[in-house]
């Protein structure tokens, strides 16, 4: 499946008795980069929390140490919606690549770094770093930045210069690579269909640096009529 590849592991604790809280979902995080722990004390400011609904005592001293919160749904009921304090809420019909963009939203969001609502739209684009251009898609836009599909990312840290591959007129938005998502050669796939990967999207997000605030608003005004909104 496809990793995030990040100078050093992301904290997670991880709290449930399920098999998919303590095997399937303990596997994505792992292989998506966090440092995982089953351990309330472990808790840290910025730390990613996952709890099996409706949480105990447990919920309370994590959220009083700063961690963030998500919520693990495990019976195959009406999904929940996330609630004070969870930030988000998970599910085993989720694939892997929704549940690490999701604990990546959350993580990154408590590091300052999420701060935008994401359009989900594919606009054809040109990535530049280091003279490498790559003609790809995005499959998210915010104002704060947006994720790029690539099998070849750019390293993380990397500047990035991208461009609107049939609107240069709209201008080009300056960034930096955070963290990137690379095919490992194995994946973890649905039972109901184990030859197809759950990775869809490896590639690299890329957070804008600022000052470029009219640029991006003109991104988003074609992003939004590529989405009929």
């Known amino acids: 499946m496809a990793v995030p590849e990040t100078n050093s592991l992301k ?33 840290a400011p910025g730390a990613l ?5 409706p949480g105990g005592p447990e919920v309370a001293l994590l ?15 009406a999904v929940t919606r996330a609630s004070w304090p969870f ?18 939203d959350v993580y990154f969001h408590g590091q300052g770094l999420r701060r935008h609502r994401r359009l989900a739209v594919e606009m054809d684009i040109k990535a530049i770093s280091a003279g490498r251009v790559l003609l790809t898609t995005t499959v998210n836009f915010s104002r704060g930045g947006c994720f790029v599909r690539s099998l070849n990312p750019f390293a993380e840290n990397s500047p990035v210069t991208l461009q609107l591959a049939q609107f240069s007129i709209y201008g080009e938005i300056k960034g930096k690579v955070i963290y990137t998502l690379r095919p490992m050669g194995d994946y973890i796939a649905r039972p109901d269909s184990p030859d197809q990967p759950i990775i869809a999207h490896p590639g690299m997000a890329v957070e804008f640096l600022p000052g470029q605030e009219k640029i991006i608003e003109l991104w988003l005004v074609q992003a939004e009529k590529l989405l009929g909104t």
């Open 11 to 43: 904290p997670a604790i991880l709290l449930g008795e399920s098999s998919f809280t303590r095997e399937k979902l303990a596997d994505i995080l792992q292989r998506g980069g966090f440092l995982v722990s089953r351990a309330t004390h472990a808790g």
């Open 49 to 53: 929390g996952l709890v099996e609904l």
């Open 63 to 77: 959220y009083a140490a700063g961690v963030r919160l998500v919520g693990i749904q495990v019976r195959r009921t």
């Open 87 to 104: 930030e988000d809420v998970l599910h085993e019909g989720m694939s892997a690549e929704e549940i690490l963009q999701r604990c990546n």
